[in-house]
T-cell receptor, first 108, second 113 residues
Framework: AQRVTQPEKLLSVFKGAPVELKCNYS??????LFWYVQYSRQRLQLLLRHISRESIKGFTADLNKGETSFHLKKPFAQEEDSAMYYCALIGSQGNLIFGKGTKLSVKP | GAGVSQSPSNKVTEKGKDVELRCDPI?????LYWYRQSLGQGLEFLIY????????KSGLPSDRFSAERTGGSVSTLTIQRTQQEDSAVYLC???????????FGPGTRLTVL
């Protein structure tokens, strides 16, 4: 089965604290994984994808095939990072399969 | 350039009525996707169009849902005999090629009374 699991519905941290949003997946073969973000009143947008291996807005994510994980990390959270974060993989048909999302709240 | 656009932005309808939701993808994008975003279910895939190929309808929740894509561009999602459980935000996305980054529209918020 192709599935993405985000175990935390809500994650609350203070500004400047490290943050890790967890994502685990189930997929046969080599997965293509993404993190999408939705800021308040804005459309869903790509944050990063594992094949590009780049850091966007200070966020990084490493694919761990052994643990079937793709956790999103940032060493120092900022208030503007508050948003809804979705982990997703590309299914065999080409569509995105999303996790249920994690709402990140960064407090001042 | 212009991104993906959707209309209407909000739609309120009565149970049992039919609704049509429209999506204008980014010009030149061959792949078009419809998703549904609801509180209980998160983001669910509905249907996928790629070029002139037959669409992948595997995500449509019932036969009340259908979609078409005319001329390889604009797409319309139709929900017949709407039910209250159809209330959700319907998102459209397009990509330049299969498995490329998907660009999302702002969504249509559907409320079925």
């Amino acid at each position: 089965a192709q599935r993405v699991t985000q175990p935390e519905k809500l994650l609350s941290v203070f500004k400047g604290a490290p943050v890790e949003l967890k994502c685990n997946y189930s997929y046969s073969g080599s997965p293509e994984l993404f993190w999408y973000v939705q800021y308040s009143r804005q459309r869903l947008q790509l944050l990063l994808r594992h094949i590009s291996r780049e850091s966007i807005k200070g966020f990084t994510a490493d694919l761990n095939k052994g643990e079937t994980s793709f956790h999103l990390k940032k060493p120092f959270a900022q208030e503007e990072d508050s948003a809804m974060y979705y982990c997703a993989l590309i299914g065999s048909q080409g569509n995105l399969i999303f996790g249920k999302g994690t709402k990140l709240s960064v407090k001042p | 350039g212009a991104g993906v656009s959707q209309s209407p932005s909000n739609k309120v309808t009565e149970k049992g009525k039919d609704v049509e939701l429209r999506c204008d993808p980014i010009s030149g994008h061959t792949a078009l996707y419809w998703y549904r975003q609801s509180l209980g279910q998160g983001l669910e895939f509905l249907i996928y169009f790629q070029g002139n190929s037959a669409p992948d309808k595997s995500g449509l929740p019932s036969d009340r849902f259908s979609a078409e894509r005319t001329g390889g561009s604009v797409s319309t999602l139709t929900i017949q005999r709407t039910q209250q459980e159809d209330s959700a935000v319907y998102l459209c996305a397009s990509s330049g090629a299969p498995r490329d980054e998907q660009f999302f529209g702002p969504g249509t918020r559907l409320t079925v009374l």
